[in-house]
């Protein structure tokens, strides 16, 4: 790492102990970005790298609601405003046990550039709760989210923050907190969160957005590389809103999924994912994967508490949750003849794992880049929510693939200007900061 980038790291890593997340969010950063400082000493003279390492605002506050036996629950929640240089902040809100300061800053640390990325007017932001809806009844999830709009409905609107959803976070959930909000302020201001339903303000893709975009992206890769999905043997990590979208853009563009997975573990299935019968397990009755396989008879299996990476692909598609491929995951990966990765979560190849990639030759897109569709889509949906206009689904999908080509195409020319063909880590993080710092330059001291 540049000997000022270390200077700024280790600054980053006192001023926040313990949040191992956002420091490997951080270092992945700048040890992309030093050339960056030979070609614009500017950045360094304003300080540009130091401020956008610091969030603008940082929000905790107690989340009380009561279960369905009558029993006040005590949960924490968070919103992370960190970079308003490009537009209001924006990002997914994340409910997951795992949830705490340090995954929430890496998150909407990762944000600032992802959305930059989108070349939209939108900043970086993030937040959540350690609330799990996991087993929860819809009214107890409703007593959460309403709770949790209580307090967070003061911090956010359509010129300020707009959040959406992310982990625990679907369409449930944001129905009711848009609910609530609405409520409170006795506003309909359909541009205070994004992945509504349609019926009240929502955008055609925004659903399929994340994981479409990150199939949009990889196919790209592909291209450039004189390929496509076209009979390529596929697996895809997770079974919630992104890997299912994924999944189908993919068979759509003429590949196999054949393995995917859940916390328990994942389902073989070598005919290739029945995507109704898993959108009725997974989104219909919020099941286990162990009951696909039941249902999809002899030719799948159910495996347990085993790594789906173990499983001979040509494309793999982390789409469930951060640090999810090791360095030996990669390695398999590799070995069985992995020729393209996609990251749909956020951040979910450990640093040893995109090492393994990158000397391998993999075309490997990172999720800034890979997964920005999900953010990309919302923000076309706060367009439509300002005009009060509504766009049809194929000229809302048209929109992502265009924004996700020219994602790509600005990752891979970037790389190639800064002497690093093909590395679309070192594409995506130095065109992003670019923007960024950029804009913050130009507004002084933000």
Not at 7 to 14: C, E, F, G, M
Not at 164 to 193: C, H
Not at 376 to 385: C, H, P
Request: proline share 4%; charged share 25%; hydrophobic share 35%.
């Amino acid at each position: 790492m540049h000997e000022k980038l270390s200077s700024i790291y280790d600054n980053v890593l006192r001023r926040n102990p313990g949040e191992i997340e956002f420091h490997q969010a951080v270092r992945e950063v700048l040890e992309s970005i030093g050339p960056v400082l030979g070609k614009h000493p500017e950045y360094a003279e304003s300080k540009i790298i130091e401020r956008v390492c610091e969030p603008e605002r940082q929000i905790i506050f107690r989340v009380p609601w009561v279960d369905d036996q009558g029993q006040v629950q005590i949960n924490r929640g968070f919103r992370v405003e960190f970079n308003s240089a490009l537009g209001p902040y924006k990002g997914g809100l994340r409910f997951h046990p795992s949830v705490y300061l340090g995954i929430v800053k890496f998150l909407g640390f990762e944000q600032i550039f992802k959305n930059g990325l989108t070349g939209l007017p939108i900043g970086g932001g993030k937040g959540g709760s350690d609330f799990d809806p996991k087993g929860r009844s819809d009214r107890e999830v409703m007593s959460f989210c309403q709770s949790f709009m209580t307090e967070l409905y003061r911090h956010i609107g359509e010129y300020t923050d707009v959040p959406a959803g992310d982990i625990g976070v679907g369409g449930r959930e944001i129905g009711y907190l848009f609910g609530q909000y609405k409520r409170i302020t006795n506003r309909y201001e359909s541009g205070v969160i994004t992945g509504k339903g349609l019926a009240y303000g929502g955008a055609q893709v925004r659903t399929e957005a994340t994981g479409y975009g990150c199939a949009f992206f990889v196919e790209e890769m592909l291209k450039a590389r004189g390929t496509s999905f076209d009979g390529k043997r596929v697996v895809v990590s997770g079974s919630g809103n992104v890997a299912i979208y994924t999944i189908e853009k993919i068979e759509q563009l003429g590949g196999t999924v054949v393995a995917c997975s859940d916390s328990s573990g994942y389902v073989l299935d070598e005919k290739g994912i029945d995507l109704a019968l898993l959108k009725q397990v997974k989104q219909d009755e919020r099941g286990r994967l162990a009951t696909y396989a039941e249902r999809r008879g002899g030719h799948a299996s159910f495996v347990a508490e085993r790594s789906v990476w173990e499983v001979p692909c040509q494309v793999a598609m982390p789409s469930a949750t951060q640090n999810e491929i090791t360095g030996r995951d990669a390695a398999t990966l590799v070995e069985n003849g992995c020729v393209a990765v996609g990251e749909g979560a956020n951040m979910p190849t450990t640093p040893e794992g995109i090492k393994v990639f990158l000397d391998a030759g993999v075309a490997f897109g990172p999720g800034k880049a890979a997964n920005a569709g999900g953010v990309a889509t919302s923000a076309l949906e706060m367009q439509q929510n300002a005009s009060r206009d509504s766009w049809t689904f194929e000229f809302s999908e048209r929109r992502l693939q265009d924004i996700m080509s020219d994602i790509h195409g600005r990752c891979l020319q970037t790389a190639d200007e800064y002497g690093m063909p093909g590395n679309y880590v070192a594409g995506a993080n130095i065109d992003g900061f670019r923007r960024v710092a950029d804009a913050m330059l130009a507004l002084g001291l933000i």
